[in-house]
C-alpha cells in the first residue's frame, strides 16, 4: 500500500512538474512572438460579441458592424497610449534637455555657495582641512558636471531607442489589427475548424478553458481596479499633503503609469523628488521620495493578497507567479503565468485532467 501511495505521488509531481516546465517553455520562447495574435484574439472576442447583439437589435450588417467596433477599439487604446508614450518621453526629453543648463546656472552657484560657507567653518576648526579641501574641489566638480552631462546624454539615448522601436511597435499594430478583423469576421468558423481536428476530449478542455479564461480575466480587471484605486487615493492624499495643487489630475496620471507592467509610480516620483531636491525644496522633495517608497511598499504588500483573493489563489503562490513570470516574459509574463495556472486548477477541478488513477492521460 505504501508503495503504491509513493508511485502515485512520484506520477502526480512529473505530471505537474511536466505541466509547469511546459508553460515556462511557452511564457519564454513563444509567447512574445504569439502576443500580437494573442492581443488580437483578445479583442476581437468581445467585439464580435457585441456586434452580434447590435446586429440583432438593428438589424445592421454584422461584418460591417465588426470592422467598425474592432477599428474604434484600436483607435481608442492607440488615443490612449500615444498621450501617455508621448507625454512621458517629452517629459523625459525636455528635462534631460534642460538639465546641463540647470546645474550650470543654479546647481553648481548653489552647490558652491554651500562649500565655501562649509570651508569657512571648517578653517576655524582646521585651516589645513580647508587647503586640502579647496585642492581636491575644481577635480570632484569636474566630475560631477561630466556624470549630469552623462546622465543628459543616457537619458536621451533612451528616448532615441524608444523612437528607433517606433516601426516595430507599428508593424506589430496592423498585424493586430488585421489579425483582430479576421478573428472577429469569422470567429464562429476558426474556432469550428480548431475544434473539429482535436477529438473529443480535448474539445471538451478547450472549451473549459476558453469559459474559465473569460472569467479570470474578469476578476483580474476587478483587482487591478482595485489596486488602480488604491494607487490613486494614496498619492492624491500624499501630494495634498506635501502641498501640491492639482493633486487629484496629478494622482490619476501616476496611478495609470504604477497601473502598467513594468512601468511603475518612480517613473514620475523620482525625478520629481530628484528635481525638488536639486531647487532647494528639501521638504516637497522629501515628500516624494517618501510618497513613492510608500506607494512602492503598500503595492508589494497587497497586490498579491488583493489578486489572490478575487481569483483564488494563495497570496504566496500569487506572488510566486508573478515573479516568474515577470522574471520569464517581463510584463507580459506577469499575467500570462497566474492566468495559465489557474485555467490548469480549473480543468482539473471540472476533472478534465489529472483523475485519479489516470493522470497522465488526462482521464482520457
Not at 516546465?21 to 511564457?27: D, E, H, W, Y
Not at 508614450?85 to 546641463?100: H, K, N, Y
Not at 562649509?118 to 582646521?126: A, F, G, P, Q, W
Request: charged share 15%; proline share 4%.
Amino acid at each position: 500500500m505504501q508503495q503504491a501511495e509513493y508511485k502515485d505521488f512520484l506520477i502526480k509531481f512529473a505530471y505537474w512538474a511536466a505541466i509547469i516546465l511546459i508553460v515556462g517553455l511557452f511564457i519564454k520562447f513563444l509567447l512574445g512572438p504569439l502576443t500580437p495574435f494573442l492581443i488580437a484574439l483578445a479583442i476581437a472576442l468581445p467585439m464580435q460579441s457585441l456586434a452580434r447583439k447590435i446586429t440583432q437589435k438593428l438589424k445592421v450588417n454584422k461584418k460591417i458592424m465588426t470592422v467598425l467596433l474592432v477599428v474604434l477599439c484600436y483607435l481608442l487604446i492607440a488615443g490612449l497610449l500615444v498621450l501617455i508614450v508621448f507625454g512621458v518621453a517629452s517629459f523625459i526629453a525636455d528635462w534631460a534637455t534642460m538639465l546641463p543648463e540647470y546645474f550650470s546656472d543654479t546647481i553648481q552657484p548653489w552647490v558652491t555657495e554651500l562649500v565655501s560657507d562649509t570651508l569657512d567653518k571648517l578653517e576655524r576648526i582646521n585651516p589645513e582641512i580647508r587647503a586640502n579641501i579647496e585642492e581636491s574641489l575644481p577635480d570632484v566638480m569636474a566630475t560631477f558636471s561630466s556624470s549630469v552631462m552623462n546622465l543628459s546624454v543616457t537619458v536621451l539615448g533612451w528616448v532615441s531607442a524608444i523612437g528607433a522601436g517606433l516601426p516595430n511597435f507599428m508593424l506589430a499594430t496592423v498585424i493586430c489589427v488585421i489579425a483582430s478583423i479576421f478573428f472577429a469576421l469569422d470567429y464562429d468558423g476558426i474556432s469550428n475548424a480548431v475544434l473539429g481536428v482535436l477529438p473529443e476530449k480535448a474539445q471538451t478542455i478547450v472549451c473549459t478553458a476558453k469559459r474559465a479564461l473569460g472569467v479570470i480575466l474578469g476578476k483580474y480587471l476587478k483587482s487591478y481596479m482595485l489596486i488602480f484605486l488604491m494607487t490613486f487615493s494614496e498619492i492624491a492624499i500624499g501630494l495634498l499633503i506635501i502641498g501640491f495643487d492639482n493633486a487629484a489630475v496629478i494622482a490619476l496620471l501616476i496611478a495609470v503609469f504604477d497601473i502598467l507592467p513594468i512601468v511603475g509610480s518612480g517613473i514620475v516620483l523620482a525625478p520629481w523628488a530628484v528635481i525638488k531636491l536639486l531647487q532647494g525644496k528639501i521638504g516637497m522633495g522629501i515628500g516624494l521620495a517618501i510618497l513613492w517608497a510608500v506607494v512602492i511598499v503598500v503595492r508589494q504588500i497587497a497586490e498579491p493578497k488583493i489578486v489572490g483573493k478575487q481569483v483564488g489563489l494563495h497570496p504566496l503562490a500569487t506572488l510566486l507567479c508573478l515573479w516568474v513570470g515577470l522574471k520569464l516574459a517581463g510584463g507580459i509574463g506577469m499575467f500570462a503565468l497566474p492566468i495559465s495556472l489557474l485555467i490548469i486548477l480549473e480543468l482539473k477541478a471540472e476533472g478534465l485532467i489529472f483523475n485519479k488513477g489516470n493522470e497522465i492521460q488526462g482521464g482520457a
